[in-house]
T-cell receptor, first 111, second 111 residues
Framework: KQEVTQIPAALSVPEGENLVLNCSFT??????LQWFRQDPGKGLTSLLL?????REQTSGRLNASLDKSSGRSTLYIAASQPGDSATYLC??????????FGGGTRLMVKP | DTGVSQDPRHKITKRGQNVTFRCDPI?????LYWYRQTLGQGPEFLTY????????KSRLLSDRFSAERPKGSFSTLEIQRTEQGDSAMYLC?????????FGQGTRLTVV
């Protein structure tokens, strides 16, 4: 059974800092890994999708990496802004087309 | 807007009542999932449809829960005899290929 863990559970940083969110998973037989953003009381917005054959994806100030062999992914946010404050979730799609989520990292970027 | 529509967005019900939620996916998406998310946690898998076939059900889906996807289009999730522990955000996720798209969710409060 796939288990996904996100560390830290919560993070508070001053505006302008670069930061890294971590996601680890136990079963490396994955189809892809997605990073999502969730604002309070809202649904999830997909940020980046990394296929199992890829090592990283970039979108604007976001960069996500994937290392299947070690069961790890990171989401790098450059030059953080208060508008980046949200919960960030990683999710694995495995061979059964099932999405398994981590518990999320709650990010607060202070002005 | 991901194109996945959920209705209602919010539902307050008294304990013991039945509730039904609806999800309208993007038309060409053949995979549809229901997830439940409680405060501060990542989404937890409830059930999965491939077209009209319900292929997977979580042990979280007690006999009070039932989901349908007639004709492989929209889906409904019904909870009978609601309990306070059913209070959560219910998320519909649809996918085509390997990417997942989330609806905005239905927030259920059982009082």
């Amino acid at each position: 059974k796939q288990e996904v863990t996100q560390i830290p559970a919560a993070l508070s940083v001053p505006e302008g800092e670069n930061l890294v969110l971590n996601c680890s998973f136990t079963d490396s037989a994955i189809y892809n890994l997605q990073w999502f953003r969730q604002d309070p009381g809202k649904g999830l917005t997909s940020l980046l999708l990394i296929q199992s054959s890829q090592r990283e994806q970039t979108s604007g100030r976001l960069n996500a990496s994937l290392d299947k062999s070690s069961g790890r992914s990171t989401l790098y946010i450059a030059a953080s802004q208060p508008g980046d404050s949200a919960t960030y979730l990683c999710a694995i799609t495995n061979a059964g087309n099932m999405l398994t989520f981590g518990g999320g990292t709650r990010l607060m970027v202070k002005p | 807007d991901t194109g996945v529509s959920q209705d209602p967005r919010h539902k307050i019900t008294k304990r013991g009542q039945n509730v039904t939620f609806r999800c309208d996916p993007i038309s060409e998406h053949n995979r549809l999932y229901w997830y439940r998310q409680t405060l501060g946690q990542g989404p937890e898998f409830l059930t999965y449809f491939q077209n009209e076939a319900q292929l997977e059900k979580s042990r979280l889906l007690s006999d009070r829960f039932s989901a349908e996807r007639p004709k492989g289009s929209f889906s409904t999730l019904e909870i009978q005899r609601t309990e306070q522990g059913d209070s959560a955000m219910y998320l519909c996720v649809t996918g085509w290929g390997t990417e997942a798209f989330f609806g905005q969710g239905t927030r259920l409060t059982v009082v």
